[in-house]
């Protein structure tokens, strides 16, 4: 059986070589420095027996080619260090050597090196072979990894903890991969106001640049577009990308308190949105307040899953109650609820009074939903065959607050998962905060 070598990179800016061997410095980095480095985590107890030597080597057009290397038998460090490299995409190719100097594992990737921000890089090196060739296969049996998520060291990922102050309020989170990019787009506000929607970039998946916060504009002055049903809340519920244009199922309202629909807006870019006129899908008196969770498209059919809720304010206590259900589409715009909603409510006891916000993937006849809980305690799992009858295999969570790492939450909450370049990436949004007012997004990768 092939054994496989992983290792961690990690981009940064905070160090430089001095004499004959690699040695970490911290310094200060100016803010306009346009400079960065490369940092490799490598994990020698783990390493192959037969590994001897691993070098680094950075390439990119007009540039210089840069390399450094570790001995894993000398040296007693398991860092191996590049300095100032231009911020920008650079490939990377790593090469584990033996003692025959002969390369026998190997891999390469992409790496953004940016200025002041901290990237981290999963490379796994394959094994190589010399004479004869090989073939690798992969079997995916369809089955979304349920234990064993490992939450990302360095969370949250937005918004940076070092670069605002006082930290803005993101969560309710998606993303999806598209041209050689992570996208995002999530929900910004901060209490009080209303909610918009932001969007942010990244290369890897855990460092994100913000590109614009507020992507629709809320004209309290104009009268058309403050008598929408939409005037004071535009959150995204789920995007897709078909045909090249963009399509976002939002949750929307014009008071807080009152019924909450689920509108559809259209983009070639992402950025630059136009919103149909009329809800896709509108509360009824069943489902008071309603909030779109994810979509997919199985044999020409939209599924839509959304959360609902109903009126929260009928008498005291005001108990926040709901579940999760499903309507479906041929064209995505005219929408019918399934006759046998909710799909999904609470019926174990760490869910509390509700399950909702809904997270699905499809893979080889396997519908897989993550939820999350009444509380903002932990995620549970639901399957099904057929994307209409949900069951929870588990009566426990798969994530809770013990499995996260970084800088401590309060909470876990609005999952929302997706498989991209065989690796499942978990967004959820975190508390800063005891007082749960400040929220953050977070991810965990499997």
Aim: aromatic content about 14%; hydrophobic content about 35%; glycine content about 6%.
């Amino acid at each position: 059986m092939f054994k496989y070598f992983f290792l961690t990179v990690l981009s940064l800016s905070v160090f430089y070589l001095t004499g004959c061997k690699e040695k970490i410095v911290t310094v200060e980095v100016e803010k306009n420095a346009n400079k960065g480095g490369l940092l490799f985590k490598i994990d020698k107890e783990n390493a192959p027996k037969n590994v001897i030597l691993v070098e680094a080597i950075l390439s990119r057009i007009e540039f210089d080619t840069l390399k450094a290397s570790l001995n894993l038998i000398n040296d007693t460090s398991a860092d191996l260090a590049l300095n100032n490299i231009p911020i920008g995409t650079w490939k990377l190719n790593v090469n584990a050597y033996d003692s025959l100097q002969t390369i026998v594992y190997a891999g390469e990737t992409a790496v953004n090196v940016q200025d002041g921000i901290t990237t981290q890089v999963n490379l796994t090196l394959m094994p190589t072979s010399t004479g004869l060739g090989s073939i690798y296969i992969f079997v995916n049996w369809g089955k979304t990894p349920t234990t064993m998520w490992s939450d990302y060291e360095l969370n949250p990922i937005l918004p940076s903890p070092i670069l605002s102050t006082p930290l803005p309020w993101y969560n309710q989170q998606k993303v999806l991969y598209d041209e050689g990019k992570f996208k995002m787009w999530f929900a910004t506000f901060k209490y009080g106001f209303a909610p918009n929607t932001g969007y942010a970039e990244s290369y890897d998946g855990f460092s994100w640049k913000v590109v614009k916060e507020n992507l629709f504009s809320f004209l309290i002055n104009d009268s058309t577009s403050n008598n929408r049903w939409d005037a004071s809340c535009v959150v995204p519920g789920t995007i897709i990308k078909e045909e090249d244009i963009f399509k976002m199922y939002y949750g929307g309202f014009k008071n807080s308190t009152g019924e909450w629909h689920i509108g559809l807006a259209e983009s070639k870019d992402g950025i630059n949105w136009e919103r149909y006129a009329e809800p896709v899908l509108k509360a009824n008196s069943t489902e008071y307040q309603i909030s779109a969770g994810d979509i997919i498209k199985i044999k020409g059919v939209y599924f839509l899953y959304y959360t609902f809720r109903p009126n929260p304010m009928t008498m005291p206590p005001y108990q926040i109650n709901g579940g999760i259900s499903l309507a479906t589409s041929l064209d995505g715009k005219t929408w019918k609820r399934l006759e046998t909603n909710p799909i999904l409510t609470n019926t174990e006891a760490w869910e509390g009074s509700r399950v909702y916000y809904p997270s699905v993937i499809v893979e080889n006849d396997r519908y897989d939903m993550i939820y999350m809980d009444a509380n903002s305690s932990g995620f549970g799992l639901a399957t099904s065959k057929d994307g209409y009858t949900w069951t929870k295999p588990n009566t426990k969570p798969f994530f809770t607050l013990t499995d996260t790492k970084g800088i401590k939450t309060y909470q876990v909450a609005y999952p929302a998962c997706r498989k991209i370049n065989n690796k499942y990436f978990l967004y959820y949004s975190g508390a800063s905060s005891s007082d749960l007012v400040t929220n953050t997004i977070r991810v965990a990768i499997k």
